[in-house]
Structure formats: structure tokens, C-alpha cells
């Protein structure tokens, strides 16, 4: 079974400009959540979505932005791009089960290491 | 009060040590429940998920308190391959978002 792949690897650019990161989940995993990591520090929740719908953002400002497809992948873009922006963003895909109370677990991508100049 | 809080460490432990992180939740009606291992600069990996009974997976014990709305993990015999961060995640307000705890950083000392 392919786990979750993020592409790209590495993504360079300079301030100002946008990036786009995208993610697919496992196969039958509905729900897409996106996390930034910055050297040292703990994963900040940025984004889940579930059945094509966004559920809950964290704490970011709006240049934030994604969306989930009816294949259930998903894409991050960050416009107007900073210097702090300069992170680990990582992607995970789960399972919600509706109709019953559990999730199942998350399971991550490699991520994309995103270089601001 | 944050929806799932981790024991703030550090903690440095020398081999074969045995040491326990918990980590509270705040819904009690939380259903599903995972630690989760992070090493530098990696992404984290799933450890194992918590079941009510409890459950061990080799030197690794996890164990869920629902009057008390926590979950354990113990790690018995510490290896210096232990070292890394364990983050637990919970299931957490009425969408049932999975929500990470801060994570607790451990240091296995030879």
C-alpha cells in the first residue's frame, strides 16, 4: 500500500512570490490534514480537510489557503510568501469514520521543506 | 485550558531506565487516542494507538485513565534508540479532530 507522498521534496523561493504543496493521501483516507514544522519547534496545525470540505485552520494568517479534491488529495498554497515561512510542512492522511466515534491514525508524508530567500 | 496537554520535559534518562510521559485531554467524550515518535528534523510516526484495557507492544506500555482523561505511555529498558520526541494525539472537540499534544522531548543517556 503507497503511503502518503508530498511533492515536492524541496521547494525554494523568494519573498513575495507563492508556493504550492501538494499531498495524496493513503487510498480510501478521506481526511487531509497539513501541519508546518519550523526548525526546532513543534508542529503548528494549519489546515484539515475531510470529504472535500475544510473542517478547521489554525492560527495562520489567510495567505494560508487550501483545498481538497473529489480524489481526496490535497493542495497548500502560501501567497505572498515571508522569510518566517521557512518550514517543514507536513502532510498527513486519516480516516474519520462517520458514524462512529473514531479516528483512525494519521499517517504522515515525508513532507516539504520549504526555503524562503 | 488546551485540548490535549503533554508533560513539558526534557527528560534525560540514562539506558535501561524506565520512564512514563502522560497526557491529559480535555473531552471527555474523546474516543480515539495514539502516541506518536518524532525524530529530528523527520516526521513523526505512529508508535501505537491506546486502547481502553491498555496495551503493550514489546518494552513499550500504553494505558488510558478516562475518569481522570489521560493516557500514559511507558517505556521500560531504555535504549539509547529511544531518544526522541513522543507526541500524543486525541481525538479532540465535537468534529473529532485529531489534535497533537505539545510533545515531550527524551534524551537517553549512554
Known amino acids: 500500500e503507497a503511503g502518503v507522498t508530498q511533492s515536492p521534496t524541496h521547494l525554494i523561493k523568494t519573498r513575495g512570490q507563492q508556493a504550492t504543496l501538494r499531498c495524496s493521501p493513503i487510498s480510501g483516507h478521506t481526511s487531509v490534514y497539513w501541519y508546518q514544522q519550523a526548525l526546532g519547534l513543534g508542529l503548528q496545525f494549519l489546515l484539515w480537510?475531510?470529504?472535500?470540505?475544510?473542517?478547521n485552520r489554525g492560527n495562520f494568517p489567510p495567505r494560508f489557503s487550501g483545498r481538497q479534491f473529489p480524489n481526496y488529495s490535497s493542495e497548500l498554497n502560501v501567497n505572498a510568501l515571508e522569510l518566517e515561512d521557512s518550514a517543514l510542512y507536513l502532510c498527513?492522511?486519516?480516516?474519520?469514520?462517520?458514524?462512529?466515534?473514531?479516528?483512525?491514525?494519521?499517517?504522515f508524508g515525508n513532507g516539504t521543506r520549504l526555503t524562503v530567500t | 485550558r488546551k485540548e490535549v496537554e503533554q508533560d513539558p520535559g526534557p527528560f534525560n534518562v540514562p539506558e535501561g531506565a524506565t520512564v512514563a510521559f502522560n497526557c491529559t485531554y480535555s473531552n471527555s467524550a474523546s474516543q480515539s487516542f495514539f502516541w506518536y515518535r518524532q525524530d529530528c528534523r523527520k516526521e513523526p510516526k505512529l508508535l501505537m494507538s491506546?486502547?481502553?484495557s491498555g496495551n503493550e507492544d514489546g518494552r513499550f506500555t500504553a494505558q488510558l485513565n478516562r475518569a481522570s482523561q489521560y493516557i500514559s505511555l511507558l517505556i521500560r529498558d531504555s535504549k539509547l534508540s529511544d531518544s526522541a520526541t513522543y507526541l500524543c494525539v486525541v481525538n479532540a472537540g465535537s468534529a473529532r479532530q485529531l489534535t497533537f499534544g505539545s510533545g515531550t522531548q527524551l534524551t537517553v543517556l549512554p
Open positions: 491506546v486502547y481502553s
Open positions: 498527513a492522511s486519516s480516516i474519520l469514520h462517520r458514524g462512529l466515534s473514531y479516528n483512525s491514525p494519521l499517517h
Open positions: 480537510y475531510d470529504e472535500g470540505e475544510e473542517r
